[in-house]
């Protein structure tokens, strides 16, 4: 099965929010984020994709 590119998790902990950094947060800094922001363990690069309209992140499997 090819799991590439497919969204492991969609989660509500939204890194931005985190740095206040979420476009959608009036308070937030001006800074931006290297993107695409990758998350890696030993075995795997995962992409995260911000949805901020909902806050939301998604881990993909790259
Ligand atoms: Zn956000």
């Known amino acids: 099965m090819d799991v590439r ?3 492991l998790m969609v989660t509500k902990y ?3 929010n985190e740095f206040t950094m979420c ?4 308070k937030h800094n001006q800074s ?3 993107e695409p922001l990758y998350l890696v363990d030993r ?3 995962y992409k995260l994709e ?12 790259t």
């Open 5 to 7: 590119n497919k969204t």
């Open 14 to 16: 939204c890194i931005k």
């Open 23 to 26: 476009p959608f947060d009036e």
């Open 32 to 34: 931006k984020l290297p």
């Open 43 to 45: 075995k795997n690069k």
């Open 50 to 61: 911000f949805h901020c309209a909902e806050c939301e992140m998604h881990i993909i499997n």
